[in-house]
């Protein structure tokens, strides 16, 4: 299980015309780990989406040999509307879409990978629940569950672990590191400068430009750490045009 590169061209994205990442070129590599950094409104969750094709370039390119279902996608749990009537197992099952059979019929192969994925991250006999009752946690396992089933060779991450407690970021971050493991691309979005540290070989520093993106020790310096903060103080919301460089 092998992902091509991504590459990024000078990408600009911008929303009604206000650019939230500048001018960013560079190349996630084929099996890389890496995490995206920076302050709030730095651009990461936009860069996320125009990485799998969700957001168009404003300006420049994402250039890979993909397609849009070899992407699985964890959107940031704001985004995700769990009042929706669904069991777990069948939320889980949303992510078998490669194997579905015609108008929507389960295969009982998927069944039963579901029901195995749900073992994996620690929620067997939660099959029936539906997904309103859950605990912040438990969701998130629910949707690493999903991932799982959904078997993508490029897998995306927006915040996986905020407000998850310590044991089950633990038992998620052991699935990532699998996943790096079987080759696929891992890019993950995250606050917890220790768990870039500690997980993530590469990092991505993000203030709207790029301010570093190679291997973690040396993209997460205190400088330019200072140099991500010292840009955000200078944002300006509703600027049309991309500001000058520092
Ligand atoms: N749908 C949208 N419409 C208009 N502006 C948006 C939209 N989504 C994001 N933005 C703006 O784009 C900028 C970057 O937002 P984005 O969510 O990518 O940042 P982020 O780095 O993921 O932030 P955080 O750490 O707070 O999640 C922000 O100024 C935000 O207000």
Same mark, same amino acid.
């Given at each position: 299980?092998?992902?091509?590169?991504?590459?990024?061209?000078?990408?600009?994205?911008?929303?009604?015309?206000?650019?939230a990442?500048?001018?960013?070129? @560079?190349?996630?590599q084929?099996g890389?780990?890496?995490?995206? !950094?920076?302050?709030?409104?730095? =651009?990461?969750?936009?860069?996320?989406?125009?990485?799998? @094709?969700?957001?168009?370039p404003a *300006?420049?390119? /994402?250039?890979?040999r993909?397609?849009?279902t070899?992407?699985?996608?964890?959107?940031q749990?704001?985004?995700?509307?769990?009042?929706?009537?669904i069991? /777990?197992l069948?939320?889980?099952?949303? =992510?078998?879409?490669r194997? !579905?059979?015609?108008f =929507?019929?389960v295969a009982?192969? %998927?069944?039963? #990978?579901?029901?195995a !994925?749900l073992v994996?991250? =620690?929620?067997?006999?939660?099959e029936?629940?539906?997904?309103g009752?859950?605990?912040?946690?438990?969701?998130?396992?629910?949707?690493?569950?999903?991932l799982?089933?959904q078997?993508?060779?490029v897998?995306?991450? %927006?915040?996986?672990f905020t407000a998850?407690?310590?044991r089950?970021?633990? %038992?998620l971050?052991?699935?990532?590191?699998r996943?790096?493991g079987d080759?696929?691309?891992?890019? !993950?979005v995250?606050h917890d400068?220790g768990?870039v540290k500690?997980?993530?070989?590469?990092t991505?520093?993000?203030?709207?430009? #790029?301010i *570093?993106?190679?291997?973690?020790?040396?993209?997460?310096?205190?400088?330019? #750490?200072?140099?991500?903060?010292?840009?955000a103080?200078?944002w300006?919301e509703?600027?049309?045009?991309?500001?000058?460089?520092?």
């Open positions: 299980m092998s992902a091509p590169a991504i590459r990024l061209d000078n990408l600009t994205i911008s929303y009604d015309r206000h650019p990442v500048h001018h960013l070129s @560079g190349t996630f084929p890389s780990l890496t995490a995206i !950094a920076g302050p709030n409104g730095a =651009g990461k969750s936009t860069l996320l989406k125009a990485v799998m @094709g969700e957001l168009r *300006g420049g390119r /994402v250039e890979h993909l397609q849009r070899d992407f699985g996608y964890l959107p749990a704001a985004e995700i509307n769990k009042r929706f009537p069991s /777990v069948d939320t889980v099952l949303l =992510g078998s879409w194997s !579905a059979g015609a =929507g019929r009982k192969q %998927d069944t039963a #990978l579901a029901r !994925a994996t991250v =620690g929620l067997e006999g939660f029936k629940r539906h997904i009752s859950l605990s912040a946690g438990q969701f998130q396992r629910v949707l690493f569950a999903r799982l089933l078997d993508a060779r897998i995306l991450l %927006d915040e996986p998850i407690d310590a089950t970021t633990r %038992d971050l052991d699935i990532v590191v996943w790096h080759g696929r691309t891992v890019i !993950a995250l400068f768990q500690a997980h993530f070989p590469e991505l520093l993000l203030a709207r430009r #790029l *570093g993106w190679g291997p973690t020790r040396e993209v997460m310096s205190s400088a330019n #750490l200072l140099r991500a903060r010292a840009m103080e200078r300006d509703d600027a049309e045009a991309c500001e000058p460089a520092a």
